[in-house]
């Protein structure tokens, strides 16, 4: 997220030759998907701790709402 953010700050600046602005837009391309690939699986991973009424504790699926 780091070098996406660097990336992003340096194409705001508009100070960039064309064929550098290109490269660095292919780039933070590559490194948003990667981070949203990353976000999945990390989604896919979590666990949701309840408490039950009768004080045990149990372990739930992640459930953000959406279908699929």
């Keep these: 997220m780091q ?6 700050a340096k194409l705001e600046e508009d100070q960039l030759p064309l064929e550098e602005m290109l490269a ?9 998907s990667f981070c949203g690939k990353k976000l999945e699986v990390a989604e896919q991973k979590v666990r949701l701790i309840a408490q039950k009424d009768d004080g045990s504790i149990a372990l739930e699926e992640f459930y953000d709402g959406k279908e699929g």
């Design 3 to 8: 070098e996406l953010d660097a990336i992003v």
């Design 24 to 32: 660095s837009y292919e780039e933070g391309i590559s490194l948003a």
